[in-house]
Structures are given as structure tokens and as C-alpha cells.
């Protein structure tokens, strides 16, 4: 099973080189020291950088699988509440509207620990 999606993965790997090789949109700019990479190396470092990308992502995608597994859900929890905090300093105007709330969901955990 596992050799299989190996298999299935690296063609997909090559299924989206190959496409963003022969057929790019031209939007895609590879811009070195200023200046634009023209030539017959254009595609193949634009390959070079586009599988190093989908490599990168799939291992961020493996450790992001352990991480929110574990102890990921209290830094989530942690990154909400500092972005609701930094919400409250950026728009004091919703202060009105994230107290009523909290109170309410203030109340329905006290509920919810009651009945368990």
C-alpha cells in the first residue's frame, strides 16, 4: 500500500512539473540580481524550484500530521486567543460585541461541565 502511493505521488510530482513547464500561462517569472532568467535553463530551474516546493510542502504536510495530533491543538488554542486579543487592540469597536458573546459562551461551559 505504501509503495503503491509512493508511486501514485512522484507521478503526480511529475504530473504538475510537467505542467507548469509546457503549459505555463507566462505570469511565472524566475528574476535573478533584477534581472529576468531567459535561455535554455529557464525550465529547468523553474522544475528544480517547483519540485523542491511540492517536496517542501508534502514534509511541512508530515509534521503538521504529528504536531496537530498532539500538543498542536493547545498552540492552535494559543495562536486564537492571541489573534482574538489582537483583534480587541485593533478594533476596540467589537469589545461590544466579543463580551456579550463571551459571556454566553462563558455560560454554556459552565452547563456542559454541570451535566458531566
Known sequence: MIRKSAIVLAILMLAVVAWGLFFEAGSTRIIINGQELIGPLKGAVGAAGLV?????????????????????????????????????????????????????????????????
Open 52 to 116: 523542491v516546493g511540492l517536496i517542501a510542502l508534502f514534509c511541512a504536510a508530515i509534521f503538521m500530521l504529528f504536531v496537530f495530533a498532539g500538543i498542536g491543538i493547545f498552540i492552535i488554542g494559543g495562536v486564537i486567543v492571541v489573534g482574538l486579543v489582537l483583534a480587541g487592540f485593533a478594533f476596540p469597536v467589537l469589545l461590544f460585541l466579543l463580551l456579550p458573546l463571551a459571556i454566553v459562551w462563558l455560560f454554556i461551559a459552565l452547563a456542559r461541565s454541570a451535566g458531566t
